[in-house]
């Protein structure tokens, strides 16, 4: 998971599944006009804006979305589209590696700025509720800046004939804790309890650890971000002679970087920053770089998931 090599070009058909989706998005919001960064400069907390620095957190332990490159550093596309965002804000930007599931609990108590993690924009997250509706956490808010389905991940050959969620039902899955294939994976738990084919699911601090359950032949089955998918089964990707996608991708959702709810200043200036980097071009090429053109936007949504 550490190779620094873009999504080959195959990768981008995989992709382009997830266009429909991105159209959808698109619609719930509008561009921006096109600010200086000295402008949006001064948009920012009194915090950021005076330490210079805007203090991102994120698992950097998923290729190609966020991962460390050969000399540690977080590299991937929310790395590079985070970078340009700090352009346009006029202040550097630090990565902090923290646990998926640590992440939120993090911001709230004021250990980072954002949160900019593959994380999916859904109403859960955003109103600090579990499962159950239960009320844990304030919630946060998010801007949306990309829209990515999941795929399910199978062994090279695919022994288990994995094609759809409920082929999972009578198998094993191997699952990062706290990401949204563990909502989805609980929920089919329920389908494949009622059809009497249960579903053994096996829950991990990352996703180096699941995948390497799948590798070792101790689970069926792992689910991921398309773009996370499409890059450990291309050729020559890290995983390409071990895994295959199966079946085609699962609840397109936007991606958002997560920030307080009362925190509503950096909340707006990351939206303008943004929208410019698409008015200018500069997102574009970011995604292109990286091969996931199809999951692009035409405008930053403040909390447009579902």
């Not at 956490?137 to 829209?147: E, T």
């Not at 070792?216 to 499409?230: F, R």
């Not at 574009?284 to 053109?293: E, F, N, P």
Request: aromatic letters at 4%; proline letters at 5%; a negative charge.
């Amino acid at each position: 998971m550490h190779a620094t090599a873009p999504i080959p070009a195959r990768a981008v058909t995989a992709a382009a599944a997830f266009a429909v989706g991105a159209l959808a998005l698109t619609a719930c919001g509008s561009t921006a006009p096109k600010v200086s960064s000295e402008s949006l400069h001064d948009k920012l907390p009194a915090k950021i804006r005076d330490a210079g620095v805007l203090k991102i957190a994120s698992d950097i332990n998923y290729a190609p979305v966020e991962f460390k490159g050969q000399d540690g550093a977080a590299t991937g596309i929310d790395p590079d589209l985070a970078q340009a965002i700090g352009k346009r804000l006029g202040v550097k930007v630090e990565f902090e590696d923290t646990a998926f599931d640590k992440a939120i609990p993090g911001l709230q108590a004021k250990e980072f700025d954002a949160v900019m993690s593959a994380m999916t924009d859904n109403r859960t997250r955003r109103d600090g509720t579990d499962a159950d509706g239960k009320q844990v956490n304030p919630g946060v808010d998010f801007v949306d800046y990309l829209i990515v389905g999941t795929s399910i991940l199978v062994p090279k050959g695919n022994p288990a004939k994995i094609a759809k969620l409920d082929d999972l039902c009578g198998n094993t899955v191997a699952i990062q804790r706290g990401t949204t294939q563990a909502d989805i994976v609980d929920r089919q738990t329920a389908a494949c309890a009622r059809s009497h084919k249960p579903l053994t699911v096996k829950l991990f601090e990352n996703d180096t650890q699941a995948l390497a359950e799948v590798a070792a032949g101790h689970a069926d089955a792992d689910m991921n971000d398309l773009p996370v998918a499409a890059y450990l089964a291309s050729k020559g990707g890290p995983g390409g002679s071990k895994f295959e996608v199966a079946g085609p991708q699962l609840q397109p959702a936007p991606y958002g970087i997560a920030v307080a709810k009362d925190n509503t200043d950096l909340r707006d200036a990351l939206v303008k920053a943004i929208n410019q980097m698409i008015r200018d071009g500069e997102y574009d090429t970011i995604l292109a770089k990286w091969g996931v053109s199809a999951a692009a936007v035409q405008s930053a949504v403040v909390n447009g998931g579902f």
